[in-house]
């Protein structure tokens, strides 16, 4: 089996989509080979498919992501996708995608190398923003939970945190007495304000440390309006490089939240499976 490919860096969350039609059930097989280091390696993989006019970002465990949201709109302009709306230098771009309801809105701004754009994302609002803890043997670990369409991030302070991984345990081990598509837990460094995003995807079976998490950050940046009653705007560095995001207010309630970072198209073509 052989299918088109294009593989897209948005601040190093390195993302594979696949062009072709690929049936669902097919999904998750097909990923954790195009995930392997011995195939075109990556950290997630989407199947783009078309519904009721529109194209739609079908993510491997049916998750919502918005790296690969906003990268799939730089593709669009990179590949000349037709009848997108030109707004003086930006393009909008209008998709939609697994993980949640509606459509997406994204804005491209082109750069000076034809493989690179500025992708700016409108992410879904939350349906909840609340603190909660978790019990690290004698050790209480204090979380803001966002529950966005798609996806659950729990943001936790990283010098709270003793064990990584058997914390990963105890919050997977809540998360499933649940529903859910994909969690995951962000470590933020509040002095230094770097974010590190561990990912895991309940479909694939897939745990990754990413180098930059759009979601991720979209829920910090909730999770901030949230901790100060105000509105706030951040450049956020991750592993992979920075990403803008800016939470606005309107009667003490998330009223909207912009994400905005690069995206390159790294390489398409012909993969063999």
Excluded at 17 to 24: E, G
Excluded at 104 to 111: A, D, F, H, L, R
Excluded at 227 to 250: D, F, R
Aim: net charge neutral; with cysteine.
């Amino acid at each position: 089996m052989k299918v088109r490919y294009v593989k897209v860096n948005p601040v190093e969350n390195m993302t594979i989509f696949v062009l072709d039609p690929v049936p669902r059930k097919f999904h998750m097989e097909i990923s954790n080979k195009l995930m392997n280091y011995n195939n075109i390696h990556g950290e997630q993989v989407g199947f783009i498919e078309k519904e009721e006019g529109f194209i739609k970002l079908q993510m491997m465990g049916g998750e919502f992501c918005g790296n690969a949201s906003r990268s799939l709109a730089a593709f669009m302009v990179y590949s000349r996708y037709p009848n997108l709306r030109k707004l003086g230098n930006k393009y909008e771009v209008t998709l939609k995608t697994s993980g949640i309801e509606g459509l997406i809105t994204c804005k491209v701004t082109p750069t000076e190398k034809e493989n690179v754009f500025f992708s700016e994302i409108d992410m879904p609002l939350p349906i909840s923003v609340k603190e909660c803890c978790f019990k690290e043997d004698d050790n209480m670990v204090n979380s803001i939970r966002v529950n966005l369409p798609g996806i659950t991030h729990f943001i936790v302070d990283i010098h709270e945190v003793k064990n990584k991984d058997e914390f990963f345990k105890i919050v997977k081990k809540k998360m499933d007495k649940e529903e859910y598509h994909a969690f995951g837990i962000m470590y933020y460094d509040r002095k230094n304000n770097f974010l590190t995003p561990l990912v895991y995807v309940k479909g694939t079976d897939s745990l990754y440390w990413e180098r930059s998490c759009a979601s991720g950050t979209a829920s910090l940046g909730a999770a901030l309006a949230y901790e100060n009653k105000t509105s706030i705007s951040k450049n956020i560095q991750q592993p992979g490089g920075k990403l803008e995001v800016s939470a606005y207010l309107k009667s003490n309630d998330i009223d909207s939240i912009k994400l905005n970072g690069l995206v390159e198209i790294v390489s398409e073509g012909i993969v063999y499976l």
